[in-house]
Nanobody, 122 residues
Framework: HMVESGGGSVHPGGSLRLSCRTTQHIQRINVMGWYRQAPGKLRELVATVTGDGTMTYADSVKGRFTISRDRARDTVYLQMSSLKPEDTAVYTC??????????????????WGQGTEVTVFS
């Protein structure tokens, strides 16, 4: 239901852009965003964007990461700059959306991507 891309390995100070697209027929987005989980740590929120465009960031990424959304493509991007070794993690996309259905009644769904690895060399 979710297609992610853009992970990779960079040196400190480098940049990467993650993208996440839903393959579902979306009527409305509640919130889409990115989470990450580093080895031995719990999953944490990185950044989210709501249907009305409100963005939220973890304190650790403010000023370095930017989340954006392409409404026409139901795609969310995470532009990551000034990457640090502590940004190394598996980044996973999440989408809380309302779907069109054949019955005419929208259904709410919560989808997670498969995760994409980001490695920042220390």
């Amino acid at each position: 239901h979710m297609v992610e891309s853009g992970g990779g390995s960079v040196h400190p100070g480098g940049s990467l852009r993650l993208s996440c697209r839903t393959t579902q027929h979306i009527q409305r987005i509640n919130v889409m965003g990115w989470y990450r989980q580093a080895p031995g740590k719990l999953r944490e929120l990185v950044a989210t964007v709501t249907g009305d465009g409100t963005m939220t960031y973890a304190d650790s990424v403010k000023g370095r990461f930017t989340i954006s959304r392409d409404r026409a493509r139901d795609t969310v991007y995470l532009q990551m700059s000034s990457l640090k070794p502590e940004d190394t993690a598996v980044y996973t996309c999440n989408a809380d959306v309302w779907l069109y259905t054949t019955t005419g009644r929208p259904q709410r769904r919560d989808y997670w991507g498969q995760g994409t690895e980001v490695t920042v060399f220390s």
